[in-house]
């Protein structure tokens, strides 16, 4: 006999099914009972009637481990249409302990540490686990998009023999006696990748050893990358991101119906731009409106990104806002300068609900330039010899971003603590399961 | 004035578009000259017969990044049908020394550690680069099935508190003054989240610190990995796997036509099934035909896997073969013991054209035989607590396969060494670029 999902079970009715799934609920009302099957897909109730059944469930913990034959009913007052009667038990892996907390509530209790040490039970939560169906359209939208716009994936390695983006935040690694280094971005690799297929992305792990713990920063995360070769300028790259997260933004809508709807999401929309201003003029705002005096400094605070976008929401009417020209000094060596203001770089940030998401620019393409940055910053030729071969041998005027994938999310889903909505979240205190 | 890919170009006839791309060959006729641009997506011929733009080429090495600007003209003699005349040319990015190898080519010269070593020049040979296209398309194909059978897409962390599979052959990291260890699989995690969402999959890195290095091995590579679960047994996950499989080569005979025709591959069939044979049978026939007798061996040799994949081929008409029923001894832990023979696992390897693509099987799901189980296998319950409590609170039967991208882009494209297929490989003696 078949095994169907919970989500199919409506279409059933009038058949004899099997569900296989999670005890999350049992209200045992003497004579019968209601039982929540969970599977992968969402629940199902099972009403039963039958003692020797119901014998099956008593004194069971929820979570126990179940398969579950019977009848598909038409019921009008069910959520889904249906309800199971006639119901034959079998427990395929009984829960034998209490659990640590409830899952089966629209609230989670614990707090965050109790939650993350219990991640593999905790994330079968239905609130939580939709974040991380949402999070896996994020990244097919994101590849479905560049795919059609003519980038190809790839995979670059994440054990490198140079410190890529300078030697602080790099974890170090024995490799067979030597050291090596866990790559804190593709940067190196997806620009290589841009003198063989123009356009390239990348979605995978990146490795940041930074020391402090903050609601935004953990040590590991999943970037979202892209460069793409024969730009103009740092608006190419601009108008191609906006272009992804409409795209994303569409696909979770799409597909994830319910999971928007559980956590009562509100998904941005984003028109044909989004607003751009310069860092110099988001600075005077900030000044002008907020009474802080940031102007000339290299970067902008946690809270100058809360200030920008509530000003972008209140009189750009966007919920996205794009800074642009950040200072030389504060982006890397390849940063390409602005032709106009040398001082400052083609290069953007994009704030999103407060916070900033992604970073990108335009870099330099032009070997002898590059060669000359990467000595006024201090780095030699011969420790990204690799690197520089790739513009020896030319290289077009290109540019591209890094995104966080759990940055994005957090931001909209409403948390306010990277570890939320991270699977598994690897912290300066934390390092399993 | 519109910027165009090469290969859209036959479409514009009779129009004046840029064309952008890398100088891939130039014959200079004296009086005209014909220009071979090549950009991320395919070439273009453009003939030239003024002086004025010839001498910008003329002196100019390959691979020097052109613009340029001219008329799409019908010319039945080419073999997309067109060609670009009245052309003017912008020098991008000129390169100013001679390459170390041409890589306009049909043959790429130089050896495999004088091509890693230029590999950002070298991955831009027309063959080089279409394996990695390919490479792109299964894994697109691998997402997009899975994603219509109703499986999730995670990310799990690379960096991991304790030796996921035994504690030789792992990477070591300094997390903060303490050890810490690169994933050598997502075996555990995807396993956790098969109690969150039933079916998983994710394709990412994985690092084995193997001190040999052979054409079939590298320390770094991309594995596609699945759990599923509410399986009957291990011949669920082979189904899977042969759905997969199928679609992926579908994907890349329909997306990578001119991949597959430049590179004269020959993309297997899959039919409804993959034979199957049990490990005992497969060393009887081992013994039988070649006269080698590895009965009652644990595993199979390279050799073995090449006679069994001859065997296959000729004696079943299939290149693919699952060799089922591995001794227990040589499975982790984990592996499911079959209830007829305790001794065997159901588990199984695929191999595809005389080598070994997969590992797969079904795995212990309940919590008491699983640490029983690892405490046979001399692992303490308090060094996978996290894994283990994901069985303590309800796991159905389940299984899964982890899948070496490299390993199948090898044989699917009949190379003999992993790093003619890895994009930028790490072994023992290699950590650049």
Not at 81 to 89: K, L, R, S
Not at 188 to 199: C, I, L, P, S
Not at 223 to 249: A, C, K, P, Q, Y
Not at 368 to 390: R, S, T
């Amino acid at each position: 006999m078949l095994r169907i999902r919970t989500i199919e079970a409506p279409a059933y009715v009038g058949q004899r099914v099997h569900l296989g799934g999670w005890m999350h609920s049992w209200r045992d009302m003497g004579q019968f009972g209601f039982l929540v099957l969970r599977d992968g897909a969402g629940t199902f109730q099972a009403v039963l009637d039958n003692q020797e059944e119901m014998a099956k469930l008593r004194g069971l913990q929820y979570e126990s481990v179940l398969d579950v034959e019977g009848l598909i009913a038409a019921e009008p007052r069910a959520a889904v249409g249906a309800e199971m009667h006639d119901c034959h038990i079998e427990v395929l892996s009984p829960v034998l302990e209490p659990l640590p907390f409830e899952v089966n509530k629209k609230e989670l209790k614990p707090g965050l540490d109790t939650f993350l040490d219990y991640a593999p039970l905790g994330l079968r939560h239905l609130q939580k686990r939709a974040l991380f169906r949402i999070s896996a359209e994020l990244m097919a939208g994101y590849r479905e998009y560049l795919m059609q716009q003519g980038f190809v994936e790839i995979q670059t390695p994440k054990i490198v023999g140079a410190a890529t983006e300078g030697g602080a935040n790099v974890f170090v690694l024995d490799y067979f006696g030597r050291p090596a280094y866990l790559a804190q971005s593709p940067q190196f690799y997806k620009q290589m990748m841009v003198g063989v297929f123009e356009r390239v992305f990348e979605v995978g792990p990146v490795f940041r050893a930074e020391k402090h713990n903050t609601a935004r920063h953990t040590n590991e995360y999943v970037s979202l990358d892209l460069e793409m070769g024969f730009i103009n300028d740092h608006t190419d790259v601009m108008n191609m991101l906006t272009g992804v997260l409409r795209h994303m933004f569409g696909r979770v809508t799409d597909k994830c119906a319910r999971e928007v709807a559980l956590l009562k999401l509100r998904i941005p929309s984003i028109g044909d731009t989004i607003p751009a201003i310069r860092m110099p003029a988001a600075q005077q705002i900030i000044f002008e409106r907020y009474k802080e005096d940031c102007r000339g400094e290299p970067d902008l605070s946690p809270q100058h990104e809360v200030w920008l976008s509530q000003y972008a929401e209140k009189e750009l009417g966007s919920e996205f806002l794009f800074v642009t020209h950040y200072p030389t000094g504060k982006r890397p060596f390849y940063a390409m300068a602005d032709d106009e203001e040398p001082a400052l770089t083609k290069s953007f940030d994009l704030l999103f609900r407060g916070c900033e998401v992604v970073t990108g620019g335009q870099r330099i393409h032009r070997y002898d330039q590059l060669v000359q940055n990467a000595d006024k910053w201090g780095i030699k030729p011969e420790q990204i010899d690799g690197y520089l071969q790739a513009f020896k041998y030319g290289m077009p005027p290109h540019g591209g971003f890094g995104m966080g994938l759990e940055r994005l999310l957090m931001q909209l889903t409403g948390h306010t603590n990277l570890r939320e909505v991270t699977l598994f979240p690897r912290d300066l205190d934390r390092l399993a399961p």
